[in-house]
């Protein structure tokens, strides 16, 4: 079992920046992938960003690239998202998530075995 426990998120105006943080703790693995996820309201839960644990590779959605950065801490067992620039379209729950075995880092949700508890993101225009 892996436990993802969120922090960060909550209220900003348009162009400012915001840092979750994902703890992951229990077991872990060396080649798992954490990933980032969104839902906006009536939408589906979309990928953002995710990093390769052990080689250290980042695939960040086309949406958000060049505004947020997803980075890890390994000491720490922590995986962050820097967002900046934000724009309103970006307000949206934000989860992490690992997928234990992955062969490629992957973009469905589907394929992720455990998820944080979700943290509001709302940006103001």
């Known amino acids: 079992q892996v436990q993802l426990v969120q922090s960060g998120g909550g209220l900003v105006q348009a162009g400012g920046s915001l840092r979750l943080s994902c703890a992951a703790s229990?077991?872990?693995?060396?080649?798992?992938?954490m990933a980032w996820f969104r839902q906006a309201p009536g939408k589906e839960r979309e990928f953002v960003a995710a990093?390769?644990?052990?080689?250290?590779?980042?695939y960040h959605a086309d949406s958000v690239k060049g505004r947020f950065t997803i980075s890890r801490d390994n000491a720490k067992n922590t995986v962050y998202l820097q967002m900046n620039s934000l724009k309103p379209e970006d307000t949206a729950v934000y989860s992490c998530?690992?997928?234990?075995?992955?062969?490629?880092?992957?973009?469905?949700?589907?394929?992720?075995?455990?998820w944080g508890q979700g943290t509001q993101v709302t940006v103001s225009s």
């Open positions: 229990g077991r872990t693995f060396s080649n798992y992938v």
């Open positions: 990093i390769n644990w052990g080689r250290g590779n980042t």
């Open positions: 998530a690992v997928d234990r075995t992955p062969v490629v880092i992957r973009t469905d949700p589907g394929h992720y075995d455990y």
